[in-house]
């Protein structure tokens, strides 16, 4: 059958600034029962086989790619004989929707990198025999659930053919039921027969207030920020709203920094919503995630508590979006593009669908609290906790006046081993975060004083330990990961090398020396290698079979440890001397979060800061309880033009060679400069870490005034980049980062 030819766009997953050109006739083949479903409703821009959003298999540049089709019918820009046509449809690829693509495209404009990039992100399984045998996957696991549901159902029925009256055939009854409503929920078919969740939660006066602030929001269509100090009964809030939201028919984004350690979140929605969670991140399986975004396609009624990447799931009927620890950097995607952020796509999602979106945190970013102050946003607050425990008691430890006095012993102040001993006494849990896992996080010859650094980073060598180490450790790179063996001699002048500081490492060391009794263990990302491990020391401190935690970041957030009574941070200055205008904000964050974990129940808890700058301005903001938002920290912004005044671009280049990097950098910098510019130019800079992984790094940043022309400034600050790159023959060495944190 000879049909017309008809010329679409394709979005392929690559770094391309423009949509290929293809053709495609009706004589591929396109079995008529992909003319079904809602999609087949939407009449127009519908063609004889193929429709916007469709999966095609195409050639380009010598390679195949299924790449999404955008425009259909399309008049070709070059010559019709030069274009190649597709090479099939993809039918059992599902198609991509209008809501997707659209967010595709307003994520690569706004974080100006290229809409192929963002289908990447979504679609992350670009090459073909990927996502065929993913396709494949997913069918056999489908038949195999459907077997399961089957035997399940038999099983059931003999069960009730029983004597259900009986305790342990009751208790198996159940068990069966539940298994069996896992596997059907909100399975596409299926029908939608779960039991609405209970949206008969007590609010208290203080809960129902702010929920009602947040409606208020929401009626008036704008996102509504809940501030909340640790405790104070946020996640009740968002499991209400989210209730509302489900009985009502539509769909729930729940979205969380990180999930692997925080699974109490997810059990206690489990509990709510039972089949009608999901989760998604990527520690799951690549199959398991296709999986989950083909039921979030085609279910109705769901939740899915995701990370930042749960963003591109296919979404639709979207009623509410929740961004809980809105603050937090894990948001912020470094590498590769698109180096999005997924509080802030959330809000253009939310756009997108026209739903609500709520953000939350104890302690919210400046951007966020800036909103609120400009009108954008809806401010609800929540000042007590919700079992009246008060906020830990603060003591700051000078450690340099310390040492003076003969107060210190190795880590550790004389003040805090006290208030160590005095809460194991009483048989309450410790909490020690240090910023840095390792041994040391360098070491130095005490003859030269030659600090040996990583080969491939300006990055020194960190002193890693194991338990069976008979030697004397490796050296490890942060950076990179590239280690070697430690011989503890310099390998300059011979003599000998020590460590410079102590890491989580030591710190557990000198811990178990210190109290030899207590039951001590460590969690950071060399432990977290190991999440069986993880889950493991995270289960055994809440059941209180460990007395002292030690660990980094990871533990500063999320948890909810009923008898810990003292929290420590050591050598809290790490945290603050960082060259970067976000560092003290992060560092009250940090903190602050540090703090909620502890005395959250009856009896007030102790956090102890242990620094050789105690008065620092960010130990003030804690101590005094000052909003942030009414700090110096807020008008140094202004006056130094950052965000959230301004907007930042950083524009990084890489290159095996220094001198070319400067060059390179040097040259776009002019180009940038050249003529009247809406915006500030710095640079080109070498960053904290100027070479990693053998690439010399060079940053140009630019601040942008935030003004209506700022779409179009953006356009051509890349439409410039672009040109330099392609001119020079320089792609792969240039990224672009918008919002950088
Ligand atoms: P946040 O999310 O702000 O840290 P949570 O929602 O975890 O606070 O609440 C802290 C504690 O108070 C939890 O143990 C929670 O079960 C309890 N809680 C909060 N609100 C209510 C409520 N309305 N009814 C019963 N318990 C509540
Ligand atoms: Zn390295």
């Known amino acids: 059958m000879a049909a017309d030819r008809i010329y679409i766009s394709v979005i392929l997953p690559l770094r391309l600034e423009w949509e290929p050109c293809y053709s495609y006739t009706g004589d591929i083949p396109c079995p008529p029962e ?19 959003g469709d999966r095609v298999r195409v050639q380009f540049a010598g390679k195949e790619y299924i790449g999404t089709v955008d425009q259909v019918g399309i008049l070709p820009q070059i010559s019709p004989d030069k274009i190649k046509g597709i090479i099939s449809v993809e039918r059992e690829l599902a198609p991509v929707s209008e809501e997707e693509r659209t967010l595709w495209k307003q994520v690569a404009e706004y974080y100006m990198c290229s ?28 038949e195999r659930r459907n077997k399961k549901i089957s035997l399940l159902r038999e099983k059931l029925a003999k069960l009730q053919g029983k004597r259900p009256q009986e305790g342990k055939i009751r208790e198996k009854i159940a068990a069966a039921e539940a298994e069996l409503q896992r596997l059907q929920g909100l399975m596409p078919g299926e029908g939608n027969t779960l039991p609405m969740p209970d949206d008969r939660i007590m609010l208290s006066q203080a809960q129902e207030k702010a929920f009602l602030k947040i409606k208020e929001a929401f009626g008036k269509g704008m996102p509504a920020l809940l501030k909340g100090v640790t405790g104070s ?65 085609t279910a109705e009624g769901y939740i899915v508590l995701g990370t930042r990447s749960s963003i591109f799931l296919p979404h639709h009927n979207l009623g509410l979006i929740i961004v809980d620890e809105e603050h937090d950097s894990s948001y912020k995607q470094d590498s590769p593009a698109p180096r999005y952020n997924g509080r802030d796509t959330a809000v253009m999602l939310a756009g997108i669908h026209g739903c609500d979106i709520v953000l939350g945190s104890a302690t919210p970013s400046l951007e966020s609290l800036y909103n609120c102050m400009s009108g954008k946003y809806t401010i609800a607050e929540l000042k007590e906790r919700y079992h009246h425990a008060e906020d830990a008691e603060i003591e700051i430890i000078d450690t340099i006046a310390e040492r003076k006095k003969n107060g210190m012993r190795g880590s550790f102040s004389v003040r805090l081993i006290e208030h160590i001993r005095e809460t194991l006494d009483e048989e309450g849990q410790v909490m020690l975060f240090r910023a840095r896992r390792s041994f040391s996080p360098a070491v130095q010859c005490i003859e030269c004083g030659f600090i040996p650094k990583c080969p491939h980073c300006n990055v020194s060598l960190s002193l890693h330990k194991r338990k069976n180490d008979d030697g004397h450790g490796r050296l490890v790179c942060h950076s990179c990961g590239y280690s070697a063996p430690f011989t503890g001699q310099c390998q300059k002048c011979g003599g000998e090398m020590r460590g410079l500081g102590a890491g989580t490492q030591k710190i557990e060391e000198e811990v178990s020396a210190l109290f030899p009794s207590a039951r001590v263990a460590r969690l950071d990302s060399d432990t977290a290698q190991s999440p069986v491990y993880s889950k493991e020391t995270v289960r055994k401190f809440s059941k209180g079979e460990t007395d002292i935690l030690i660990g980094t970041q990871m533990v500063t957030k999320g948890f909810d440890f009923p008898n810990l009574r003292l929290v420590a941070v050591l050598q809290a200055d790490t945290l603050l001397g960082i060259e970067d205008f976000r560092a003290d904000e992060k560092a009250a964050q940090l903190l602050e979060q540090f703090r909620g974990r502890c005395g959250r129940r009856d009896r007030r808890g102790l956090f102890v800061i242990q620094t050789s700058a105690p008065d620092h301005p960010v130990y003030r903001i804690l101590a005094e309880g000052t909003k942030i938002e009414e700090t110096a920290l ?16 950083n524009i990084e280049i890489r290159d095996k060679s220094e001198q070319r990097a400067m060059l390179m950098s040097t040259k776009l910098y002019g180009i940038l400069e050249a003529g009247a510019q809406p915006y500030a130019l710095t640079g080109p800079f070498s960053p904290a870490v100027d070479k990693a992984a053998d690439n010399y790094i060079r940053v140009i940043r630019l601040n942008l005034r935030k003004d209506k022309n700022l779409v179009g400034t953006k356009r051509r600050i890349m439409t410039a980049v672009n040109d330099f790159e392609s001119k020079e023959k320089y792609a792969g060495h240039i990224a672009i980062d918008v919002d950088p944190i």
Do not use: W
Request: one cysteine or more; aromatic letters at 6%; proline letters at 4%.
């Open 634 to 649: 807020l008008s140094e912004r202004k006056l130094f033009s950052y965000p959230p005044y301004t907007r930042v671009i």
């Open 34 to 52: 992909s003319m079904t479903g809602p999609e087949a409703e939407i009449k127009d821009n519908r063609t004889e086989g193929v429709r916007r």
């Open 233 to 297: 009964g946020k996640t009740e809030i968002y499991t209400k709203l989210a209730c509302e939201c489900i009985r009502a028919g539509k769909n729930v984004l729940y979205m969380v920094p990180e999930i692997a350690l925080g699974r109490h979140l997810e059990m206690r929605l489990q509990e709510v919503f039972g089949a009608r969670l999901m989760t998604f991140h990527s520690g799951e399986s690549m199959a398991r995630r296709r999986d989950t975004a083909d039921r979030v396609r």
């Open 115 to 142: 809409i192929g990039e963002v289908s990447k992100a979504a679609y992350p399984a670009g090459k073909i025999s990927e996502e065929k045998k993913l396709a494949g996957m997913q069918q056999r696991e489908e």
